[in-house]
């Protein structure tokens, strides 16, 4: 399906938000497990040519979240956080920060919400605040391959759950 018409409001965002939105053809409460599902998480978690080599979660509000993705070019890059809110199939809200790094000690806020549209998941991705519109634009670049690969990964598990 690929990205979705961002809401209106998404263009008067502040410059240190990030707002991105997908479109699955997959179910809401399978892109929704994509996040939940450690072991689903880890398949696509990290931008293009990285590879998540840990990820540990206590999904649950006030659990914490901890990832080391890594690359040839870059190495390992370790980050976590901690889970605000869970609304099962609709919403999930959690800190990030990166541990070190230009933005290392930054925490952000993520809110990650689902909803179903003619058959479709429709999934917002905001995050905020940046510390400037350079650290907000390479986390748009970061994200956006990051959601290419739950893309893929959600539509093919579906494909695979249709008789």
Do not use: N
């Amino acid at each position: 399906m690929g990205i979705a018409t961002p809401p209106a409001h998404a263009a008067s965002l502040p410059d240190e938000e990030l707002f991105l939105v997908r479109a699955f053809d997959a179910p809401v409460s399978l892109v929704f497990s994509l996040w939940s599902d450690v072991e689903r998480r880890a398949r696509w978690w990290g931008p293009k040519d990285f590879t998540c080599r840990r990820l540990e979660q206590d999904f649950r509000p006030g659990g914490a979240w901890r990832a080391c993705i890594a690359s040839a070019d870059t190495g390992e890059s370790w980050h976590g956080g901690v889970f605000r809110e869970i609304e099962q199939d609709r919403r999930i809200v959690f800190t990030f920060t990166w541990d070190t790094g230009p933005a290392g000690g930054v925490e952000t806020l993520v809110t990650v919400t689902f909803a179903e549209e003619q058959g479709a998941t429709i999934q917002t991705f905001h995050q905020a605040p940046f510390t400037s519109v350079e650290r907000r634009d390479s986390h748009v670049v970061g994200w956006s391959q990051v959601l290419d690969r739950q893309q893929a990964y959600a539509e093919t598990s579906a494909q695979g759950d249709k008789p």
